[in-house]
T-cell receptor
Framework: RKEVEQDPGPFNVPEGATVAFNCTYS??????FFWYRQDCRKEPKLLMS???SGNEDGRFTAQLNRASQYISLLIRDSKLSDSATYLC????????FGTGTRLTIIP | NAGVTQTPKFRVLKTGQSMTLLCAQD?????MYWYRQDPGMGLRLIHY???????AKGEVPDGYNVSRLKKQNFLLGLESAAPSQTSVYFC????????????????FGPGTRLTVL
């Protein structure tokens, strides 16, 4: 089993819709979790950290489920500018990156 | 602040040639990393450094060497390039490696696209 698994997509979603991604991780001792965003041919950038209680940043909501070992990212009222690849990142002594989920917002 | 910078941005090598990729950060971070990114695979850690003068192997260190002579610079060397090293290389830095989530954010450079023929 991979340490971090994501559905690669692509997810093609109409503008204004809500979209959610899940990411599963294998190491139950993982300490912290993140979502990074990577635009085409650009470097990854931190979108948000994922806290145990769940956290929200504007249109973005991140959730952590330790019992089932997954994290999720919900994007509401999606914008064209949300088109990117979203990387799930898990920290256990080092950061392990998922392969990413590609999202395209369609006008 | 420039953040993390990488040079060069693009490079084409022939098999067997050598080169050095330079990474520089101006955020006074202790930790620096070199990753490679290939299609269908997540970012894979090549080598990392927890401070000036220290280096450690990551997940895929073979064929690469690194040096951290100054805190702000982290060099990645390919002594004898192979086609399997064709990839996009990202350098990153962070304030901390583990602990508080906010200390773990990694800041990435723009990447170096390397092709080995």
């Amino acid at each position: 089993r991979k340490e971090v698994e994501q559905d690669p997509g692509p997810f093609n979603v109409p503008e204004g819709a809500t979209v959610a991604f899940n990411c599963t991780y294998s190491n139950s001792a993982s300490q912290s979790f993140f979502w990074y965003r990577q635009d085409c041919r650009k470097e990854p950038k931190l979108l948000m950290s994922v806290y145990s209680s769940g956290n929200e940043d504007g249109r973005f909501t991140a959730q952590l489920n330790r019992a089932s070992q997954y994290i999720s990212l919900l994007i509401r009222d999606s914008k064209l500018s949300d088109s990117a690849t979203y990387l799930c990142v898990v920290n256990h002594e080092k950061l392990t990156f998922g392969t990413g989920t590609r999202l395209t917002i369609i006008p | 602040n420039a953040g993390v910078t990488q040079t060069p941005k693009f490079r084409v090598l022939k098999t067997g040639q050598s080169m050095t990729l330079l990474c520089a950060q101006d955020m006074n971070h202790e930790y620096m990393y070199w990753y490679r990114q290939d299609p269908g695979m997540g970012l894979r850690l090549i080598h990392y450094s927890v401070g000036e003068g220290t280096t450690a192997k990551g997940e895929v260190p073979d064929g690469y060497n690194v040096s951290r002579l100054k805190k702000q610079n982290f060099l990645l060397g390919l002594e004898s390039a192979a086609p399997s090293q064709t990839s996009v290389y990202f350098c990153a830095s962070s304030y901390g490696l583990a602990g508080e989530a906010s200390r773990n954010e990694q800041f990435f450079g723009p990447g170096t696209r390397l092709t080995v023929l």
